[in-house]
Protein backbone atom coordinates (compact mmCIF):
# COMPACT_ATOMS: atom_id res chain seq x y z
CA UNK A 1 0.00 0.00 0.00
CA UNK A 2 2.84 2.59 0.85
CA UNK A 3 5.90 3.04 -0.78
CA UNK A 4 8.99 1.54 -0.07
CA UNK A 5 10.54 4.88 1.40
CA UNK A 6 7.44 5.50 3.74
CA UNK A 7 8.49 2.06 5.42
CA UNK A 8 11.48 2.82 6.03
CA UNK A 9 11.26 6.48 7.56
CA UNK A 10 8.67 5.03 9.93
CA UNK A 11 11.52 2.69 10.88
CA UNK A 12 14.05 5.29 11.05
CA UNK A 13 11.78 6.99 13.30
CA UNK A 14 10.70 4.51 15.22
CA UNK A 15 14.35 3.36 15.97
CA UNK A 16 15.09 6.68 17.16
CA UNK A 17 12.54 6.97 19.31
CA UNK A 18 13.37 3.85 21.11
CA UNK A 19 16.83 4.39 21.14
CA UNK A 20 16.02 7.37 23.05
CA UNK A 21 13.55 6.21 25.47
CA UNK A 22 15.50 3.57 25.99
CA UNK A 23 18.56 5.80 26.99
CA UNK A 24 17.15 8.71 28.37
CA UNK A 25 15.75 5.34 30.93
CA UNK A 26 18.74 4.33 31.94
CA UNK A 27 20.79 7.88 32.23
CA UNK A 28 17.85 8.91 34.81
CA UNK A 29 18.03 5.22 36.30
CA UNK A 30 21.83 5.07 37.10
CA UNK A 31 21.00 9.28 38.27
CA UNK A 32 18.14 8.04 41.03
CA UNK A 33 19.94 9.39 43.95
CA UNK A 34 20.29 13.02 42.29
CA UNK A 35 16.39 13.21 40.40
CA UNK A 36 15.20 12.31 43.87
CA UNK A 37 14.68 16.33 45.41
CA UNK A 38 14.81 14.73 48.79
CA UNK A 39 15.67 11.28 50.91
CA UNK A 40 12.30 10.04 53.73
CA UNK A 41 14.00 9.29 57.58
CA UNK A 42 13.93 5.52 56.26
CA UNK A 43 15.97 6.09 53.77
CA UNK A 44 18.38 8.09 56.09
CA UNK A 45 18.87 5.41 58.38
CA UNK A 46 20.19 3.10 55.80
CA UNK A 47 23.08 5.22 54.90
CA UNK A 48 26.40 3.62 55.06
CA UNK A 49 27.96 6.69 56.27
CA UNK A 50 27.40 10.50 57.06
CA UNK A 51 28.61 12.73 54.90
CA UNK A 52 29.27 16.60 56.02
CA UNK A 53 27.59 17.51 52.31
CA UNK A 54 24.11 19.03 52.07
CA UNK A 55 20.71 16.93 52.03
CA UNK A 56 17.06 16.97 52.09
CA UNK A 57 15.26 15.09 54.64
CA UNK A 58 10.91 14.70 53.83
CA UNK A 59 8.20 13.36 55.49
CA UNK A 60 5.80 14.62 57.95
CA UNK A 61 5.51 16.51 60.69
CA UNK A 62 4.66 14.54 63.84
CA UNK A 63 2.09 15.54 65.35
CA UNK A 64 2.74 17.86 68.33
CA UNK A 65 6.60 17.46 68.13
CA UNK A 66 6.95 21.05 67.28
CA UNK A 67 8.63 22.95 70.40
CA UNK A 68 10.16 26.48 70.12
CA UNK A 69 13.10 27.51 72.82
CA UNK A 70 14.37 31.03 72.36
CA UNK A 71 14.85 31.10 68.75
CA UNK A 72 15.67 27.93 67.87
CA UNK A 73 12.76 25.30 67.09
CA UNK A 74 12.42 21.65 67.04
CA UNK A 75 10.35 19.23 65.23
CA UNK A 76 10.12 15.72 64.35
CA UNK A 77 9.87 14.11 60.66
CA UNK A 78 8.26 11.22 60.05
CA UNK A 79 7.69 8.93 57.21
CA UNK A 80 5.47 6.26 59.98
CA UNK A 81 8.37 3.63 59.58
CA UNK A 82 11.51 6.06 61.18
CA UNK A 83 11.89 9.35 62.46
CA UNK A 84 14.30 12.25 62.60
CA UNK A 85 15.09 15.21 64.65
CA UNK A 86 15.64 18.65 63.40
CA UNK A 87 17.01 21.89 64.60
CA UNK A 88 16.01 24.75 62.74
CA UNK A 89 16.26 28.58 63.37
CA UNK A 90 15.16 30.86 60.71
CA UNK A 91 12.23 31.96 58.37
CA UNK A 92 9.75 28.86 58.19
CA UNK A 93 6.78 28.88 55.11
CA UNK A 94 3.02 29.65 55.57
CA UNK A 95 2.17 25.94 55.00
CA UNK A 96 4.39 24.42 57.93
CA UNK A 97 2.31 22.68 60.17
CA UNK A 98 1.95 19.78 62.37
CA UNK A 99 0.94 16.88 60.60
CA UNK A 100 1.59 18.29 56.68
CA UNK A 101 4.47 17.59 54.72
CA UNK A 102 7.81 19.39 54.88
CA UNK A 103 11.20 19.06 53.29
CA UNK A 104 14.44 20.31 55.35
CA UNK A 105 17.76 21.46 53.35
CA UNK A 106 20.51 21.11 56.18
CA UNK A 107 23.51 18.53 57.52
CA UNK A 108 23.07 14.95 59.16
CA UNK A 109 25.01 15.29 62.59
CA UNK A 110 24.11 11.45 62.98
CA UNK A 111 21.39 9.35 61.31
CA UNK A 112 18.77 10.81 64.24
CA UNK A 113 19.65 14.46 64.33
CA UNK A 114 19.12 17.07 61.40
CA UNK A 115 20.50 20.55 61.17
CA UNK A 116 18.47 22.00 59.30
CA UNK A 117 19.51 25.64 57.17
CA UNK A 118 16.15 25.66 55.35
CA UNK A 119 12.77 24.36 55.80
CA UNK A 120 10.24 23.92 52.60
CA UNK A 121 6.22 22.87 53.13
CA UNK A 122 5.04 20.35 50.63
CA UNK A 123 1.23 20.88 50.24
CA UNK A 124 -0.94 17.94 49.42
CA UNK A 125 -3.09 17.03 46.23
CA UNK A 126 -5.97 17.70 47.99
CA UNK A 127 -7.60 21.07 47.41
CA UNK A 128 -10.98 21.91 48.98
CA UNK A 129 -12.93 24.73 50.46
CA UNK A 130 -12.52 25.11 54.23
CA UNK A 131 -16.35 24.41 54.85
CA UNK A 132 -15.75 20.95 53.08
CA UNK A 133 -12.36 20.35 55.30
CA UNK A 134 -14.38 21.34 58.31
CA UNK A 135 -17.62 19.25 57.20
CA UNK A 136 -14.90 16.54 56.57
CA UNK A 137 -13.23 16.32 59.95
CA UNK A 138 -17.00 16.11 61.58
CA UNK A 139 -17.68 13.00 60.03
CA UNK B 1 -2.50 16.52 -3.27
CA UNK B 2 -5.74 16.00 -2.23
CA UNK B 3 -7.95 19.37 -3.18
CA UNK B 4 -8.26 20.43 0.72
CA UNK B 5 -4.59 20.75 1.12
CA UNK B 6 -4.65 23.65 -1.65
CA UNK B 7 -3.78 26.99 0.69
CA UNK B 8 -6.16 29.18 -0.75
CA UNK B 9 -9.12 26.60 0.20
CA UNK B 10 -7.46 26.45 3.84
CA UNK B 11 -6.99 30.27 3.85
CA UNK B 12 -10.79 31.11 2.86
CA UNK B 13 -11.38 29.33 5.90
CA UNK B 14 -8.61 30.49 8.30
CA UNK B 15 -8.06 33.71 7.64
CA UNK B 16 -11.89 34.82 8.60
CA UNK B 17 -11.66 32.14 11.88
CA UNK B 18 -9.86 34.26 14.15
CA UNK B 19 -11.92 37.04 14.61
CA UNK B 20 -14.23 34.74 16.02
CA UNK B 21 -12.18 32.44 17.79
CA UNK B 22 -10.70 35.91 19.21
CA UNK B 23 -14.91 37.06 20.28
CA UNK B 24 -14.83 33.39 22.09
CA UNK B 25 -11.78 33.70 23.73
CA UNK B 26 -12.67 36.82 25.52
CA UNK B 27 -16.07 35.77 26.88
CA UNK B 28 -14.64 32.05 27.81
CA UNK B 29 -11.41 34.25 29.78
CA UNK B 30 -13.88 36.71 31.26
CA UNK B 31 -15.95 33.87 32.65
CA UNK B 32 -13.03 31.94 33.71
CA UNK B 33 -11.33 34.73 35.48
CA UNK B 34 -14.58 35.72 37.46
CA UNK B 35 -14.82 32.53 38.83
CA UNK B 36 -10.83 31.98 39.49
CA UNK B 37 -10.85 35.08 40.88
CA UNK B 38 -13.87 35.88 42.49
CA UNK B 39 -16.65 33.51 42.62
CA UNK B 40 -14.33 30.13 43.24
CA UNK B 41 -13.75 29.23 47.54
CA UNK B 42 -10.21 29.75 48.73
CA UNK B 43 -8.39 26.57 49.59
CA UNK B 44 -8.69 25.55 53.23
CA UNK B 45 -4.76 25.17 53.51
CA UNK B 46 -3.40 27.56 50.98
CA UNK B 47 -6.40 29.93 51.51
CA UNK B 48 -6.23 32.41 48.31
CA UNK B 49 -2.60 31.76 47.28
CA UNK B 50 -4.88 28.16 45.50
CA UNK B 51 -5.76 30.97 42.62
CA UNK B 52 -2.52 30.77 41.35
CA UNK B 53 -3.68 27.26 40.26
CA UNK B 54 -6.09 28.37 37.46
CA UNK B 55 -3.60 29.92 35.58
CA UNK B 56 -0.43 27.33 36.11
CA UNK B 57 -1.89 24.36 35.73
CA UNK B 58 -3.96 24.88 32.39
CA UNK B 59 -0.47 27.09 30.95
CA UNK B 60 1.34 23.71 32.03
CA UNK B 61 -1.42 21.54 30.24
CA UNK B 62 -1.67 23.62 26.84
CA UNK B 63 2.27 23.59 26.72
CA UNK B 64 2.39 19.91 26.90
CA UNK B 65 -0.59 19.06 24.58
CA UNK B 66 0.83 21.36 21.71
CA UNK B 67 4.09 19.60 22.38
CA UNK B 68 2.82 16.22 21.94
CA UNK B 69 0.76 17.56 19.39
CA UNK B 70 3.48 19.11 17.55
CA UNK B 71 5.67 15.76 17.92
CA UNK B 72 2.83 14.13 16.22
CA UNK B 73 2.34 16.02 12.99
CA UNK B 74 5.87 16.17 12.42
CA UNK B 75 6.41 12.44 12.51
CA UNK B 76 3.51 12.00 10.76
CA UNK B 77 4.36 14.84 8.21
CA UNK B 78 7.86 13.21 7.97
CA UNK B 79 7.23 9.51 7.07
CA UNK B 80 4.06 10.45 4.37
CA UNK B 81 5.90 13.63 3.31
CA UNK B 82 2.76 16.09 3.92
CA UNK B 83 4.27 19.81 4.01
CA UNK B 84 0.85 21.16 5.81
CA UNK B 85 1.60 19.11 8.76
CA UNK B 86 5.07 20.68 9.13
CA UNK B 87 3.44 24.35 8.81
CA UNK B 88 0.76 23.68 11.55
CA UNK B 89 3.60 22.06 13.75
CA UNK B 90 5.23 25.84 13.02
CA UNK B 91 2.52 28.00 13.86
CA UNK B 92 1.69 25.88 16.92
CA UNK B 93 4.74 26.51 18.69
CA UNK B 94 5.45 29.72 20.10
CA UNK B 95 1.86 29.17 21.76
CA UNK B 96 3.20 26.29 23.43
CA UNK B 97 6.44 28.45 24.19
CA UNK B 98 4.36 30.77 25.97
CA UNK B 99 2.55 29.18 28.05
CA UNK B 100 5.40 26.63 29.04
CA UNK B 101 7.23 30.08 30.08
CA UNK B 102 3.75 31.11 32.08
CA UNK B 103 3.86 27.69 33.89
CA UNK B 104 7.62 28.35 35.26
CA UNK B 105 6.83 31.65 36.57
CA UNK B 106 3.59 31.61 37.87
CA UNK B 107 4.98 28.37 39.57
CA UNK B 108 7.55 30.48 40.58
CA UNK B 109 5.15 32.98 42.32
CA UNK B 110 2.81 30.18 43.78
CA UNK B 111 5.88 27.88 45.48
CA UNK B 112 7.44 31.23 47.48
CA UNK B 113 4.33 31.73 49.65
CA UNK B 114 3.72 27.76 49.91
CA UNK B 115 6.50 26.10 49.45
CA UNK B 116 8.90 28.87 51.09
CA UNK B 117 11.28 29.00 47.73
CA UNK B 118 11.65 30.32 44.28
CA UNK B 119 13.24 27.67 42.86
CA UNK B 120 13.80 23.94 43.88
CA UNK B 121 15.43 21.55 41.10
CA UNK B 122 12.49 19.05 41.77
CA UNK B 123 12.47 16.63 38.87
CA UNK B 124 8.72 18.18 37.88
CA UNK B 125 10.29 21.86 37.73
CA UNK B 126 13.84 20.70 35.94
CA UNK B 127 11.89 18.99 33.02
CA UNK B 128 9.59 21.96 32.98
CA UNK B 129 12.24 23.88 32.14
CA UNK B 130 14.38 20.97 29.49
CA UNK B 131 10.45 21.49 27.70
CA UNK B 132 11.02 25.19 27.20
CA UNK B 133 14.57 24.68 26.40
CA UNK B 134 12.99 22.18 23.43
CA UNK B 135 10.41 24.74 22.24
CA UNK B 136 13.17 27.04 22.05
CA UNK B 137 15.39 24.90 20.03
CA UNK B 138 12.15 23.35 18.04
CA UNK B 139 11.58 27.39 17.06
CA UNK B 140 15.45 28.72 16.60
CA UNK B 141 15.66 25.32 13.94
CA UNK B 142 13.04 27.23 11.93
CA UNK B 143 14.98 30.22 11.44
CA UNK B 144 18.13 28.59 10.93
CA UNK B 145 17.45 26.21 7.91
CA UNK B 146 16.25 28.07 5.21
CA UNK B 147 16.31 24.98 3.08
CA UNK B 148 13.09 23.80 3.74
CA UNK B 149 13.87 19.66 3.40
CA UNK B 150 16.34 20.68 6.27
CA UNK B 151 14.25 22.30 8.34
CA UNK B 152 11.68 19.56 8.45
CA UNK B 153 14.26 17.25 9.05
CA UNK B 154 16.08 18.84 11.77
CA UNK B 155 12.90 19.92 13.61
CA UNK B 156 11.55 16.14 13.50
CA UNK B 157 14.55 14.77 15.23
CA UNK B 158 14.01 17.99 17.64
CA UNK B 159 10.48 16.90 18.26
CA UNK B 160 11.58 13.41 18.78
CA UNK B 161 14.29 13.68 21.47
CA UNK B 162 11.92 16.61 23.28
CA UNK B 163 8.86 13.69 23.34
CA UNK B 164 10.55 11.46 25.95
CA UNK B 165 10.54 14.40 28.11
CA UNK B 166 6.67 14.70 28.00
CA UNK B 167 6.17 11.63 29.89
CA UNK B 168 8.77 12.29 32.55
CA UNK B 169 7.16 15.67 33.28
CA UNK B 170 3.94 13.54 33.70
CA UNK B 171 4.98 10.92 36.19
CA UNK B 172 7.94 12.68 37.73
CA UNK B 173 5.62 13.00 40.92
CA UNK B 174 4.73 9.37 40.78
CA UNK B 175 8.77 7.97 39.90
CA UNK B 176 10.76 10.31 42.63
CA UNK B 177 10.42 12.27 45.84
CA UNK B 178 9.34 15.79 44.48
CA UNK B 179 8.14 18.69 46.24
CA UNK B 180 5.45 18.89 43.97
CA UNK B 181 2.62 17.10 45.15
CA UNK B 182 1.28 13.78 43.47
CA UNK B 183 -1.24 14.28 40.76
CA UNK B 184 -4.80 15.82 41.78
CA UNK B 185 -6.77 14.72 38.81
CA UNK B 186 -7.23 11.50 37.51
CA UNK B 187 -9.01 9.88 34.47
CA UNK B 188 -9.91 6.60 36.08
CA UNK B 189 -10.80 7.43 40.25
CA UNK B 190 -11.91 10.62 41.50
CA UNK B 191 -10.57 13.89 41.52
CA UNK B 192 -9.02 15.45 44.98
CA UNK B 193 -9.83 18.87 43.98
CA UNK B 194 -13.51 19.70 45.00
CA UNK B 195 -15.92 20.27 42.35
CA UNK B 196 -15.97 24.22 43.13
CA UNK B 197 -12.59 24.24 42.26
CA UNK B 198 -12.30 21.87 39.19
CA UNK B 199 -15.03 24.27 37.30
CA UNK B 200 -12.81 27.48 36.98
CA UNK B 201 -9.86 25.19 36.39
CA UNK B 202 -11.54 23.69 33.46
CA UNK B 203 -13.25 27.31 32.25
CA UNK B 204 -9.70 28.47 32.08
CA UNK B 205 -8.27 25.66 29.91
CA UNK B 206 -10.80 26.11 27.57
CA UNK B 207 -9.72 29.78 27.30
CA UNK B 208 -6.08 29.22 27.44
CA UNK B 209 -6.50 26.14 24.52
CA UNK B 210 -8.63 29.40 22.37
CA UNK B 211 -5.39 31.68 23.15
CA UNK B 212 -3.39 29.21 21.36
CA UNK B 213 -5.60 28.39 18.72
CA UNK B 214 -5.96 32.35 17.82
CA UNK B 215 -2.28 32.65 17.78
CA UNK B 216 -1.80 29.34 15.50
CA UNK B 217 -4.24 30.76 13.19
CA UNK B 218 -2.49 33.86 12.73
CA UNK B 219 0.73 32.12 12.40
CA UNK B 220 -0.91 30.04 9.84
CA UNK B 221 -2.49 32.68 7.83
CA UNK B 222 0.83 34.13 7.84
CA UNK B 223 2.42 31.09 6.38
CA UNK B 224 0.02 30.45 3.96
CA UNK B 225 0.42 34.24 2.48
CA UNK B 226 3.94 33.53 2.66
CA UNK B 227 3.54 30.45 0.01
CA UNK B 228 1.08 32.50 -2.07
CA UNK B 229 3.37 35.13 -2.72
CA UNK B 230 6.00 32.49 -3.85
CA UNK B 231 3.15 31.31 -6.28
CA UNK B 232 4.21 27.73 -6.75
CA UNK B 233 4.69 25.99 -3.57
CA UNK B 234 2.12 23.53 -2.87
CA UNK B 235 1.10 21.68 0.32
Known amino acids: MYGRKVKLRFFFILLILLTFVLTTFLILKSLEENVVFFKSPSEIKTLAEIQNKKIRVGGMVKKDSISVVSKEMKFIITDFKSEISVTYSGVIPNLFEEGKGVVAEGYLKDKNFFFATKILAKHDENYMPPEVKAAMEEK | ?235
Not at chain 2, 75 to 88: A, E, P, R
Not at chain 2, 140 to 148: E, L, S, T
Not at chain 2, 208 to 229: D, G, P, Q, V
Open chain 2, 1 to 235: MLKIFEPNKIFTVTSKAPKYVLALFIVILTIGLTEALILSPEDYKQSHSVRIMYVHVPAAWISLGIFSAITFLSLIGYIFKIQNFFLISKSLAPSGLVFNIIALVTGSIWGKPTWGTWWAWDARITSMLILALFYILYLVAWRIYDNKDKAFKITTIITILGIVNVPIIKYSVDWWNTLHQPASINILSKSSIHISMLFPLSIMTAAFALFSLLIFLMKYNTELIKIKNKGLDRL
